[in-house]
């Protein structure tokens, strides 16, 4: 068995500590000579050179404190709504009897303007003065342009002259054929040849002028109810006003 030996003067053992004894050699070369014990006047000595201190502490990428968190973001100098998004915002606001047609497809949006201040003024015209859903619209048309960047919107109804049919445009009329609605089968305001009989109205589905009407309205005042005779499907015709 192998003993340590104590040190006779202190009663504790003598480890060898390599790190320790380099530590405390060094900071006896920056205490200086005549440096005791005790001695609070060497603690305030410059044990490390100020130099080093002068750089930041933390030199990793982040925030600094006591500065602004993320630079200011750069705003756009002009409006942030002009006239042509604001058309476009609007043509994605479905009508809501006929929601494969938006409000600019079926004609009722007559006039669009924007200010300087993104304030946007929208001019109505309901398909007909009693329409139910004209406020359902107007709530449409001012949550859609206020979503889009308006600061105000303005929605006006106007009611002369009074809507028609003539005011959709024929890519409106092919989304009608496309969802099932045979579209206006005529100009209301041109002069129409005096009939006994009324114009057969095709088919949306199958092209067939084989048809017979069934009601005068359909689920709405401006729609007819219409059966083919050949395929056997119902479907709405959207009536010439």
């Not at 006779?8 to 790190?19: A, C, F, K, L, V």
């Not at 809501?96 to 300087?116: C, F, M, Q, T, W």
């Not at 024929?170 to 054929?177: C, D, S």
């Not at 609605?181 to 100009?187: M, Q, S």
């Amino acid at each position: 068995m192998v003993r340590r030996r104590r040190d006779r003067r202190t009663g504790r053992r003598h480890r060898h500590r390599p790190g320790v004894e380099l530590a405390a050699i060094g900071l006896a070369r920056r205490s200086g000579p005549g440096v005791r014990r005790g001695d609070a006047h060497a603690a305030g000595r410059h044990a490390f050179p100020l130099h080093r201190q002068a750089r930041r502490a933390q030199r990793a990428h982040g925030f600094l404190a006591g500065r602004d968190a993320v630079a200011a973001a750069r705003l756009p100098r002009g409006g942030v709504v002009n006239l042509d998004h604001a058309w476009a915002t609007l043509n994605g606001v479905p009508d809501p009897e006929v929601p494969v047609l938006s409000v600019v497809d079926l004609g009722i949006v007559r006039e669009l303007a924007v200010n300087g201040d993104d304030d946007v003024t929208v001019t109505l015209t309901p398909t007909y003065s009693g329409c139910p859903a004209t406020e359902v619209i107007q709530e449409s048309v001012v949550q859609a342009l206020m979503q889009a960047g308006a600061r105000g919107v303005t929605v006006t109804t106007r009611l002369d002259p009074a809507w028609t049919t003539d005011w959709i445009n024929p890519a409106a009329a092919e989304k009608l054929r496309a969802y099932g609605i045979a579209p206006p089968h005529l100009k209301a305001a041109e002069a129409q040849p005096l009939r006994f009989h009324p114009k057969d109205i095709a088919c949306p589905r199958c092209a067939s002028t084989n048809t017979q009407r069934l009601s005068a309205f359909g689920s709405t005042a401006c729609k007819a109810l219409y059966r083919c005779l050949d395929c056997l499907e119902p479907f709405e015709h959207f009536k010439p006003i």
